[in-house]
């Protein structure tokens, strides 16, 4: 069975910092193009950034410079370190897994982030 369980999120001051974490099991993660996405209520969900398996990280031009990913494949985690938050950051995070060559794409519960004094 496969699980993708996120953690790290909570509420944060703009200009703060956190670290969201997923740990996935029921895969072989080294296989597995992994990535963070974001949704508002009412609103698509959006990729934030991604990373392939050989750790080539992409990101969406809203979070450029502010937000990292990463990942270990030994511990089979990926990490999203996030600074300089700011309200707008304010969404629900989910950890994603795919493998669209052979038709697989995973998603955790999300973890809620949000930004406000």
């Known amino acids: 069975q496969v699980q993708l369980v996120e953690s790290g999120g909570g509420l944060v001051q703009p200009g703060g910092s956190l670290r969201l974490s997923c740990a996935a099991s029921?895969?072989?993660?080294?296989?597995?193009?992994m990535g963070w996405y974001r949704q508002a209520p009412g609103k698509q969900r959006e990729s934030v950034a991604t990373?392939?398996?050989?750790?080539?990280?992409n990101y969406a031009d809203s979070v450029k410079g502010r937000f990292t990913i990463s990942r270990d494949n030994a511990k089979q985690m990926v990490y999203l370190r996030m600074k300089n938050l700011k309200p707008e950051d304010t969404d629900v995070y989910f950890c994603?897994?795919?493998?669209?060559?052979?038709?697989?794409?995973?998603w955790g519960r999300g973890t809620q982030v949000t930004v406000s004094s």
């Open positions: 029921g895969i072989i993660f080294p296989n597995y193009f």
């Open positions: 994603n897994a795919k493998r669209l060559q052979i038709g697989e794409n995973y």
């Open positions: 990373i392939s398996s050989g750790g080539i990280a």
